[in-house]
């Protein structure tokens, strides 16, 4: 499977757990997105980086996330503290960074806080 | 997996028809657009996509056209069958490399 590969696909969790999704990208993809979607609602960008370097976030990235991408590879999208709100579906995507190339993304992990 | 866009604008068509899904997209410096495909429970599925420099590009079934003045982006669909039910959106990237995704249309395909 050469597409981008997202780990877990579901997650239930109390709420105040953390919780850690992990996104494999496609391979010499350097780009590697994180989106969140919520139901009625298209993808919402989240923060994004190329190799190894994290070039943007946005405002929807509260203090209780992080994400890295240690080895400009795989890439991890923690939660702490989890609240209801963060019920969502996490998007990730990889692309490569010449102007114009598609940004393709996974399957998503679902995750569901009560 | 759980439905995604349930309060979305709907268009139903008739199996073997022709579909046109518009969007309406918000950066005049957008220069690059994407129209993409989500099934329910999946995540969105590339179709095609069309640069700022063209107004036209064609797939295999899909149509994309581009309308810079009035900001407008319109996806094609011929000979629409019952697998191409979806949810249907469209992303614009303007002046970072991030995508910005409209609404969405629910595409329902009726025999």
């Known amino acids: 499977d050469t597409g981008v590969s997202q780990d877990p696909r579901h997650k239930i969790t109390k709420r105040g757990q953390n919780v850690t999704f992990r996104c494999d990208p496609i391979?010499?993809?350097?780009?590697l997105y994180w989106y969140r979607q919520t139901l009625g609602q298209g993808p919402e960008f989240l923060t994004y980086f190329q190799n190894e370097a994290q070039l943007e976030k946005s405002r929807l990235l509260s203090d209780r996330f992080s994400a890295e991408r240690p080895k400009g590879s795989f890439s991890t999208l923690e939660i702490q503290r989890t609240e209801q709100g963060d019920s969502a579906m996490y998007l990730c995507a990889s692309s490569w960074s010449q102007t114009g190339n598609t940004i393709y993304f996974g399957e998503g992990s679902w995750l569901t806080v009560v | 997996g759980e439905s995604v866009g349930l309060h979305l604008p709907t268009l139903s068509v008739q199996e073997g028809d022709n579909s046109i899904i518009n969007c309406a997209y918000s950066n005049s410096a957008s220069d690059y657009f994407i129209w993409y495909k989500q099934e329910s429970g999946k995540g969105p599925q590339f179709i095609i996509d069309?640069?700022?420099?063209?107004d036209k590009r064609q797939g295999q079934r899909v149509t994309v056209l581009l309308n810079k003045t009035v900001k407008h982006l319109s996806l094609q669909i011929a000979a629409t069958q019952p697998g191409d039910s979806a949810v249907y959106f469209c992303a614009e990237r303007g002046n970072t490399d991030k995508l910005i995704f409209g609404t969405g249309t629910r595409l329902q395909v009726f025999p």
């Open positions: 391979s010499e993809h350097n780009r």
């Open positions: 069309i640069r700022s420099n063209m």
